[in-house]
């Protein structure tokens, strides 16, 4: 496999892992929301 290859799918798990945490963040964040914390995003 070139080096390339090696990039591309660290890349892929990169992002695969911050769009799990922003998908389980936004699910926690509905679930439980505190009253004097503003919503960012």
Do not use: F, H, R
Request: aromatic share 12%.
């Amino acid at each position: 496999m070139p080096w390339w290859g090696w990039i591309l799918i660290a890349i892929g798990v990169v992002v695969i892992g911050y769009l799990k945490l922003k998908v389980w963040g936004t699910m926690t964040k509905k679930k439980s929301v505190k009253p004097n914390q503003k919503e960012e995003d």
